[in-house]
């Protein structure tokens, strides 16, 4: 891992354990005052090594924080009818507030027609058009867990972000959009920059704060960030490591080299990573209070 300076070092793996402990305390009042427990369904399809991790963490966690966690695992031949019948079923659960299919999916399978039959209200990872849509019309929506823990940290960082230039880099519907419309909520002048485009270094440089969120690993180069700005690191790129075969994780960002410009910046891992799964908690709690008709 790059060692970043201790005052330059935003701690998402600190942050994150501090959210959960909150979101637990909550958790804890819900049970105690009104007798109702939170409930997460996490589904995966298939074998992929990462996202059974992922998926392994997210369900510790879950249970961790005094939630009711729901895992179901299918195998990789699994119909899309078969995974629809179990969403549906998954939507009329009243002890489920929240629902995740895990991605990627098996290709056979059509994840929009998936993740578009989780109701809104259980939609915890934000991707129903309907939740998209509440977020660009500034309503009630759940947000996608990674842009909404880059906003928690960014918000913890540096308080009103008013006025200030940001710049995304990757247009995803998971991190890219959702991130370029919360920081328009912060009244940020906001750019989403993509692989079209164009002089990209001067892009970043005039920005005080930068979301790099491209799957390329440390394509944003230190020289590129403007001294003073906040950086958060989106990326997980996986290396092939040292002569023992060990892999190596780094991000979109050349991390050493952008520290020595940047005010803040997020490491890879222990930055972005940790807050998905955080938020994905904090989404469950919001989802389980909104549906019970208690205040978020
Ligand atoms: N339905 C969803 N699928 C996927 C999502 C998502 O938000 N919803 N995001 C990613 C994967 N992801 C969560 O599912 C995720 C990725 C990384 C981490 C994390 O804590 N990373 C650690 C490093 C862990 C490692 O060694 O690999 C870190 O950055 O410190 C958590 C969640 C795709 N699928
Ligand atoms: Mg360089």
Request: aromatic share 2%; proline share 6%.
């Amino acid at each position: 891992m790059t060692t970043i300076p201790p005052e330059k070092l935003i701690d998402g793996k600190a942050f994150a354990e501090g959210l959960r402990k909150q979101i637990a305390a909550e958790v804890q009042v819900l049970r105690d005052q009104h007798g109702i427990q939170p409930g997460l369904a996490v589904v995966m399809v298939g074998e992929d090594p990462a996202s059974d991790v992922y998926v392994r963490s997210k369900c510790k966690q879950t249970g961790e924080c005094g939630m009711l966690s729901v895992e179901r695992r299918l195998p990789a031949d699994t119909s899309e009818n078969e995974l629809l019948l179990l969403v549906e079923a998954l939507n009329k659960d009243p002890a489920i507030h929240g629902i995740l299919v895990q991605l990627p999916l098996p290709r056979h399978i059509n994840a929009d027609r998936v993740l578009n039959t989780i109701v809104p209200e259980k939609d915890v990872d934000g991707f129903h058009p309907v939740n998209v849509g509440l977020l660009s019309t500034g309503g009630q929506a759940l947000v996608p867990c990674t842009p909404l823990g880059c906003s928690l940290l960014l918000k913890d960082r540096l308080g009103d972000m008013s006025g200030m230039n940001a710049v995304v880099i990757g247009r995803s519907n998971i991190v890219g959009k959702p991130m370029a419309q919360l920081l328009l909520k912060e009244n940020c002048t906001v750019t989403l920059a993509h692989s079209r485009t164009r002089d990209l270094p001067a892009v970043v440089k005039a920005a005080d704060i930068v979301v790099a969120a491209v799957g390329i690993p440390e394509m944003v180069k230190g020289e590129w960030i403007k001294d003073g700005a906040t950086v958060i690191d989106v990326g997980i790129n996986r290396l092939p490591g040292s002569a023992e075969g060990k892999s190596r994780l780094v991000g979109d960002v050349e991390t050493a080299e952008a520290a020595k410009h940047a005010a803040g910046i997020t490491p890879v891992p222990g930055g972005v990573g940790p807050m998905t799964i955080a938020c994905l908690l904090r989404n469950t709690l919001t989802a389980c209070k909104r549906l019970h008709g208690l205040e978020d």
